[in-house]
T-cell receptor, first 114, second 107 residues
Framework: DGGITQSPKYLFRKEGQNVTLSCEQN?????MYWYRQDPGQGLRLIYY???????QKGDIAEGYSVSREKKESFPLTVTSAQKNPTAFYLC?????????????FGDGTRLSIL | KNEVEQSPQNLTAQEGEFITINCSYSVGISALHWLQQHPGGGIVSLFM?????KKHGRLIATINIQEKHSSLHITASHPRDSAVYIC?????????WGAGTKLIIKP
């Protein structure tokens, strides 16, 4: 079955530590996205990528970094510069970028500070 | 003021009731999405529409472009419909997200 796999489901970060969230898709989608969700708020876009080896900042990119070396993979690194990283992180993909295609989501990673 | 507003924020109803969730937007859009977020956090796309009405099972989504308003209806609601329902507007090649409506259906 095609889909998006995020791992791990739960992640804990120590102060000053970088952590990487994995996102893999086998839907052959060109566009991939990372969102952050905080309680009671809408999804906020962190980074997105329309094609391999290219990505753009979203609304809240500070303290995060991404790479897109393969079409299937779009890992997100939460760096120590992100002072409030506790949140639910969702990865999504779509056939191509533009907002006029349904986005397919992973099950999310919940990140907490130790 | 947010560009995409949903109402109500929270909704509790009895099994079998007809449910309506509203979404208003203030920007020009090319499409309006409705999604469902399960209690575990996973999100599923329900509808994408740019005009009129779409139906899938007990779910119906409508949009009025002139009034910049969309509604999601659930007929014969069931406890398994309990979830957060999110609308998102496609505008200028980006998605603008509503904050979601938390729906609880009691047996």
């Amino acid at each position: 079955d095609g889909g998006i796999t995020q791992s791990p489901k739960y992640l804990f970060r120590k102060e000053g530590q970088n952590v990487t969230l994995s996102c893999e898709q086998n839907l052959n989608h060109d566009a991939m996205y990372w969102y952050r969700q905080d309680p009671g708020q809408g999804l906020r876009l962190i980074y997105y990528s329309q094609i391999v080896n290219d990505f753009q900042k979203g609304d809240i990119a500070e303290g995060y970094s991404v790479s897109r070396e393969k079409k299937e993979s779009f890992p997100l690194t939460v760096t120590s510069a992100q002072k409030n990283p506790t949140a639910f992180y969702l990865c999504a993909s779509s056939i191509f970028d533009g907002g006029n295609q349904p986005q397919h989501f992973g099950d999310g990673t919940r990140l907490s500070i130790l | 003021k947010n560009e995409v507003e949903q109402s109500p924020q929270n909704l509790t109803a009895q099994e079998g009731e007809f449910i309506t969730i509203n979404c208003s937007y203030s920007v020009g859009i090319s499409a309006l999405h409705w999604l469902q977020q399960h209690p575990g956090g996973g999100i599923v796309s329900l509808f994408m529409l740019s005009s009129g009405k779409k139906k899938h099972g007990r779910l119906i989504a409508t949009i009025n472009i002139q009034e910049k308003h969309s509604s999601l209806h659930i007929t014969a609601s069931h406890p398994r419909d309990s979830a957060v329902y999110i609308c998102a507007a496609s505008s200028n090649y980006q998605l603008i997200w509503g904050a979601g409506t938390k729906l609880i259906i009691k047996p």
